[in-house]
């Protein structure tokens, strides 16, 4: 668990670091403007993540029968926020960035009173003769992890307006640098220090269908719902469908660390095996949706071909 303790600490880290420079990177006055024009679709983002995600995945456990600790994992993965990736997955796509931002924003900061709040409730609905000892939700715990990851990004904000441009400049850099060794810190740990979390990442035991299924399964359920929700606004459709699927999985183990703790050794891995083996699920089917869309808005898979000039000036 020591070890376990320091890969999650070191990802947590690197998270809040990563947040606190989208903070001093983010242009506040057109998140206002955005905020104040765009309020029913920041509405149904929010509500995609802590309503339709929330049902999808008590839908999904029940379809496949879940053990216990999978489904909690599958819990706190559908009522996980949004952060950097959605906005950059939607600048990627030429979608509308302001809104995925401040969406984003949003629906985090948020998080340390929605999170606890529908973990309870689906745990209570749902698993109430579970034989998963001692799974109260522990709200000081997920609402500490929460309340720092919003602290990260309102540092961001505030050295942002309070420092000048060489300081600002200067403290990017040292952000940046210090969040990839950070990340590549818990990437060295996790492999060679973590083998019953990375075993259970890629498992192959009994059950392992389910283990990787479940996350397919939840999948394909929340991206119907995120379509359903975006053809009222065809827009900005890609910026609500990315935002509502690109959850953090940064986030979610920060959270789950704490939160599934209190599970048997061999439960807690398990859990956060399907979690760890949900968030390269979630790359491996984005990658083609995310190319896929840059050819049907852009007309280029992923750079635009050169345009030749002829003799007389016509391109």
Not at 26 to 50: F, G, P
Not at 153 to 164: A, E, P
Request: hydrophobic residues 45%; contains cysteine.
């Amino acid at each position: 668990m020591f070890w376990e303790n320091v890969f999650f600490g070191f990802l947590g880290c690197g998270l809040g670091m990563v947040l606190t420079l989208m903070g001093i990177k983010m242009d506040t006055e057109a998140l206002k403007q955005t905020v104040k024009n765009s309020r029913c679709k920041i509405a149904s983002i929010w509500s995609l993540h802590y309503v339709a995600a929330p049902l999808c995945a008590v839908a999904t456990s029940k379809m496949l029968s879940l053990d216990n600790p999978r489904t909690l994992a599958l819990y706190l993965v559908s009522i996980t926020p949004p952060t950097v990736a959605a906005s950059v997955v939607t600048f990627a796509v030429g979608g509308n960035v302001e809104l995925a931002t401040a969406s984003s924003i949003i629906t985090l900061i948020s998080s340390f009173l929605s999170m606890p709040l529908i973990f309870s409730w689906m745990i209570d609905t749902t698993l109430i003769k579970s034989e998963v000892r001692r799974i109260e939700v522990p709200y000081i715990e997920m609402c500490g992890i929460l309340i720092y990851f919003v602290l990260c990004k309102g540092v961001g904000i505030l050295i942002q307006k309070r420092s000048g441009e060489i300081r600002k400049k200067s403290i990017t850099v040292g952000l940046k640098y210090s969040s990839i060794a950070t990340m590549l810190g818990a990437l060295f740990i996790y492999f060679i220090k973590c083998s019953d979390l990375v075993e259970a990442t890629f498992y192959g035991g009994k059950s392992w269908g389910k283990h990787y299924f479940g996350c397919v399964v939840f999948m394909v359920l929340y991206t119907i719902c995120c379509v359903v929700v975006s053809l009222r606004d065809t827009q900005d459709r890609d910026a609500i469908i990315i935002t509502g699927l690109r959850k953090n999985p940064g986030i979610t183990l920060s959270v789950a660390a704490l939160s599934l703790r209190r599970l048997e050794h061999e439960e807690y891995t398990m859990a956060m095996g399907m979690l760890l083996a949900y968030g390269m699920i979630l790359d491996w089917c984005g990658i083609p949706v995310i190319i896929t869309l840059r050819r049907l808005r852009k007309g280029y898979y992923c750079w635009k071909k050169k345009e030749e000039v002829i003799e007389d000036g016509r391109v």
